[in-house]
């Protein structure tokens, strides 16, 4: 069963930085695609970043410049280096992975951005 864990969510002024870090166990099949989401107090889920097995890499629009994705897989981690971070990005953030034509979550972590 293919599970993944999430870390490094917290409390943090603007301003300053946050990196979460996944890590995936279970899969026996090569991870395709990895990512984050986010879903914020009162909003719908949203797609923060994305990483393919080449490295290509997509941001939304609002975070691009200050977050960075980038994975590990030897540790079959995913990783999300969030700079200048802001109130507005206050949310709980998902990773989740594509392996083998499927999609798995993790449970989440909580940023709160105080102004």
């Known amino acids: 069963q293919v599970q993944l864990v999430e870390s490094g969510g917290g409390l943090v002024q603007a301003g300053g930085s946050l990196r979460l870090s996944c890590v995936v166990s279970?899969?026996?099949?090569?991870?395709?695609?990895m990512g984050w989401d986010r879903q914020g107090p009162g909003k719908q889920r949203e797609s923060v970043a994305t990483?393919?097995?080449?490295?290509?890499?997509n941001y939304r629009e609002a975070v691009k410049g200050r977050f960075t994705i980038s994975r590990d897989n030897a540790k079959k981690t995913v990783y999300l280096q969030m700079n200048s971070l802001k109130p507005e990005d206050t949310a709980v953030y998902y990773c989740?992975?594509?392996?083998?034509?499927?999609?798995?979550w993790g449970q989440g972590t909580q940023v709160t951005v105080s102004s």
């Open positions: 279970g899969s026996q099949f090569s991870i395709n695609r």
């Open positions: 989740w992975v594509l392996t083998a034509g499927v999609q798995y």
């Open positions: 990483i393919r097995s080449d490295d290509s890499t």
